[in-house]
């Protein structure tokens, strides 16, 4: 083989010299232009997440001019104050279950509350060492008889409602119920038993002048701020928490229930 000829063939082409082309490279003109479509195509992606991001309505977008939104939590509402139920006056009372009760009689039939009952027992001893009958004739009492006691009778005695809660008091609205309150008699003056002649008894008297030392007062006096009759017989232990919050409780909110309903703007 001559020196001069030219390789015919890649194995002619030195190892070396087979991985260098001889000639410079240069770029086609279709390379170039899908490098650009593509190039183009993703700033085109590009711009248009941003815009929609930017018009997004979870992330909203809030200028200068914008009010400042309020992150602070709403406010609780204040509830209503409560409305002190009454009805001619009288004012709705829990009635106490039968093992808060105690017989203040040989025969069980009139019963109050223990601390009460201890109470009205020593005032009626003390009475009668004095020579003063406290007679008990009513104490605890049910809804159930009171509803007799107001409905039926003013059937029988023909009494409009009003006339009748001068006198009795409505069921739920009597403060027999609460096992606190008792009526009492003259045992040597039986004929004033619950009218308002008992005042004139020895019996009155001696409870006017002893009953605050028994934690006992009276419910209706004369003009009494519920305009209820006076009810000289009738009678309340207030010498615990729990009676002197029954009664002064509710009282006191009927007192201010009033006054917002008579305020004036």
Do not use: C
């Amino acid at each position: 083989m001559n020196n001069k000829e030219k390789p015919t063939s890649l194995e002619d082409i030195p190892a070396a010299l087979r991985d260098i082309s001889t000639s410079p490279k240069t770029s086609s003109p279709n390379l170039q232009l899908i490098i650009l479509g593509v190039g183009g195509s993703i700033v085109m992606i590009l711009v248009g997440i941003g815009v929609m991001r930017l018009f997004s309505p979870s992330e909203p977008v809030i200028s200068d001019l914008s009010p400042t939104p309020n992150l602070s939590p709403s406010p609780i509402p204040t509830p209503a104050p409560e409305e002190i139920e009454n009805i001619l006056g009288h004012l709705r009372y829990e009635e106490a279950s039968p093992d808060q009760l105690k017989s203040i009689t040989n025969d069980g039939r009139i019963k109050l509350r223990t601390k009460a009952a201890d109470s009205f027992l020593k005032m009626q001893r003390d009475a009668r060492a004095n020579g003063i009958i406290l007679t008990p004739i009513s104490g605890f009492r049910t809804v159930d008889q009171q509803n007799y006691l107001f409905f039926e009778i003013q059937r029988q005695r023909n009494q409009n409602p009003s006339k009748r809660a001068e006198v009795s008091a409505p069921p739920k609205y009597s403060e027999h119920h609460t096992g606190y309150a008792i009526d009492i008699g003259d045992g040597k003056v039986p004929g004033t038993n619950l009218s308002e002649n008992f005042e004139k008894t020895p019996a009155f008297r001696w409870l006017e002048n002893n009953a605050a030392k028994y934690s006992f007062e009276l419910s209706f006096p004369a003009n009494n701020p519920q305009n209820i009759s006076y009810e000289p017989w009738h009678w309340r232990y207030v010498g615990d928490p729990h009676s002197l919050e029954t009664f002064y409780k509710a009282q006191q909110l009927q007192k201010e229930s009033s006054v917002d309903v008579n305020k004036v703007d």
